[in-house]
């Protein structure tokens, strides 16, 4: 229907999407794309990304993104250092698997029914990759990932809460003109709009324990220290001990796993399942890999060409 859109992310809001939809997304490394005009949730965790049709077209319109901006200063100057000299769309290489590390995520992720078409779809692409040249590392395993996908054990739940109400103030403090100026304002709106507001379907639970905050304090400052630990020893640990190039997961199951450390993924169509509903495979890495991500992601693209256009029913009156 379209040919670009833009997605924002903290914990697999373009990733899934993507997936679900056969379309490519890519979810840069936080601080490449400006968040500027964006209601941030998690300045740690937060990066906007290209949804597209293609690996080709995704590129180009992160090309178009990246960048400093005044107004999202500190983490787009900081990860301005990983833009290429040349830019994004030399990376579109058709033979970009040949000898590239690619480590598979088999426990906690790749969890197929035996002979179901997941299994089956993943097992050939992986022998299409190999043909491609690339070297598969199977059998890997993030020993912390049951704590990284459970958000308050990892500690992301509490952070999120606080650094969200910094957030949304920040944001509603710079807007011309708005009704409401304050989280706290938020929270009275929705109360005196019961209906309007949908109150008695979603409540506000999320909104009133993240107002309980006050800014970034010893709590939250553990709950940073306990991400970057489950950084280092988790994604970080893997790559640099297998020499890996990116990791692959199936789907956007690895949202919260990339997610903490801000680190990138591109999905891209793999299949559909049984009852039509598509699925993808994604490649992650760390901070900056984006011309690796790109380089593996337009090689097995242009090797499998999974994705089909959706067939629009119209219906007969």
């Known amino acids: 229907m379209v040919a670009v859109t833009i997605g924002t992310e903290t914990d697999g809001s373009i990733m899934c999407p993507s997936s679900f939809n056969s379309v490519v997304g890519i979810k840069p490394t936080v601080g490449l794309t400006s968040r500027a005009g964006v209601i941030i949730i998690s300045p740690r965790m937060d990066t906007i990304g290209p949804i597209c049709r293609t690996v080709?077209?995704?590129?180009?319109?992160?090309?178009?993104?990246?960048?400093?901006?005044?107004?999202?200063?500190?983490?787009?100057?900081?990860?301005?250092?990983?833009?290429?000299?040349?830019?994004?769309?030399?990376?579109?290489?058709?033979?970009?698997?040949?000898?590239?590390?690619?480590?598979?995520?088999?426990?906690?992720?790749?969890?197929?029914?035996?002979?179901?078409?997941?299994?089956?779809?993943?097992?050939?692409?992986?022998?299409?990759?190999?043909?491609?040249?690339?070297?598969?590392?199977?059998?890997?395993?993030?020993?912390?990932?049951?704590?990284?996908?459970?958000?308050?054990?990892?500690?992301?739940?509490?952070?999120?809460?606080?650094?969200?109400?910094?957030?949304?103030?920040?944001?509603?403090?710079?807007?011309?003109?708005?009704p409401v100026r304050s989280l706290s304002d938020i929270i009275d709106f929705n109360n005196k709009n019961p209906v309007e507001e949908r109150m008695a379907e979603f409540g506000q639970s999320y909104l009133l324990q993240s107002e309980a905050t006050n800014g970034i304090g010893p709590a939250e400052e553990r709950a940073i220290a306990k991400l970057n630990k489950l950084c280092e020893e988790g994604l970080e640990k893997i790559m640099r001990a297998n020499q890996l190039d990116v990791i692959v997961a199936p789907g956007a199951s690895a949202h919260s796993l990339l997610a903490i450390g801000g680190y990138p993924a591109i999905t891209v169509p793999a299949g559909y399942a049984s009852n039509g509903v598509p699925f993808a495979i994604c490649f992650g890495g760390l901070k900056g890999s984006e011309p690796m991500l790109i380089e593996i992601a337009y090689s097995f693209e242009q090797a499998t060409k999974v994705r089909k256009p959706p067939i629009l029913q119209h219906s007969v009156i």
Do not use: C, W
């Open 56 to 178: 080709s077209d995704a590129v180009h319109v992160l090309e178009a993104m990246v960048g400093y901006d005044p107004r999202d200063a500190e983490a787009t100057r900081m990860a301005s250092r990983y833009i290429p000299k040349g830019g994004y769309g030399q990376f579109l290489n058709i033979d970009g698997l040949r000898g590239k590390r690619v480590g598979i995520l088999r426990k906690d992720f790749f969890r197929f029914a035996p002979g179901s078409i997941q299994e089956k779809v993943f097992r050939d692409h992986f022998n299409t990759m190999r043909k491609m040249g690339a070297i598969l590392v199977d059998n890997l395993e993030i020993p912390s990932m049951k704590v990284i996908n459970d958000a308050v054990q990892s500690g992301e739940r509490a952070l999120m809460l606080a650094e969200f109400k910094l957030s949304l103030n920040s944001y509603l403090s710079e807007l011309a003109s708005s």
